[in-house]
């Protein structure tokens, strides 16, 4: 149980895109999503935390125009990465709770790749 | 400033010893300690965690050690397998589930078990 689905697993596209990631929980509810990112050789960073209906909660330093989340529904958040550029390119990877007393869950992340 | 460190990027044991990975913390207002593991192209899974109320924790061939006046926690396994061979992060938040300020991870340590 607890698997949480992300996609796309790895993207490729010019500066100036949006891409978007999904990241689902496929066999429970998430109350709670959050949004990480990895630099080469760095540890996870949390980005967001988001809530179901409610509006994400951005770590300082996090642009949130650039970064939209939406968690639109207990089981679907997604990350819109908006005109990307080559400085964005990283691992994105989710994870999911439904209870603060239980662990996170994580998807497999997204390599985004911005030329 | 990093509030988890793993100070060993990797660390190479032979099959059947023991391998003890190391992490150490700077705040004192964390309250749950997790290890994840991860394997090439997936996301972290959560393997074993302890509250700051304990100083050890037991989970098969996985134990985790806390210390907390020293501010440093451990996991062995033993014995160690091919399969257990990844990446190791220690994650430290306030809730099991992750704090308002999800997860706080260190950068990891690469173990291999060498037949």
């Known amino acids: 149980g607890a698997v949480v689905s992300q996609h796309p697993s790895w993207v490729i596209c010019k500066s100036g895109t949006s891409v978007k990631i999904e990241c689902r929980s496929l066999?429970?509810?998430?109350?709670?999503m959050f949004w990480y990112r990895q630099f080469p050789k760095q540890s996870l960073m949390l980005m967001a935390t988001?809530?179901?209906?409610?509006?994400?909660?951005?770590e300082q330093g996090v642009e949130k125009d650039k970064f939209l989340i939406n968690h639109a529904s207990l089981t679907l958040s997604t990350l819109t990465v908006t005109s990307a550029h080559p400085e964005d390119s990283s691992f994105y990877i989710c994870?999911?709770?439904?209870?603060?007393?239980?662990?996170?869950?994580f998807g497999d992340g997204t390599r985004l790749s911005i030329l | 400033d990093q509030q988890v460190k793993q100070n060993s990027p990797s660390l190479s044991v032979q099959e059947g010893r023991i391998s003890i990975l190391n992490c150490d913390y700077t705040?004192?207002?964390?309250?749950?300690f997790l290890w994840y593991k991860k394997y090439p192209a997936e996301g972290p899974t959560f393997l074993i965690s302890?509250?700051?109320?304990?100083d050890k924790n037991e989970d098969g061939r996985f134990t985790v050690f806390l210390n907390k006046s020293a501010k440093h926690l451990s996991l062995h396994i033993v014995p160690s397998q091919p399969g257990d061979s990844a990446v190791y992060f220690c994650?430290?938040?306030?809730?099991?589930?992750?704090?308002?300020?999800?997860?706080?991870f260190g950068k990891g340590t690469h173990l291999i078990i060498q037949p």
């Open positions: 705040n004192s207002m964390f309250d749950y």
């Open positions: 066999d429970f509810q998430a109350t709670t």
């Open positions: 994870s999911a709770r439904d209870d603060i007393n239980q662990p996170q869950h």
């Open positions: 988001s809530n179901e209906g409610s509006k994400a909660t951005y």
């Open positions: 994650a430290a938040s306030e809730l099991l589930g992750g704090g308002a300020d999800g997860l706080t």
């Open positions: 302890i509250s700051s109320i304990k």
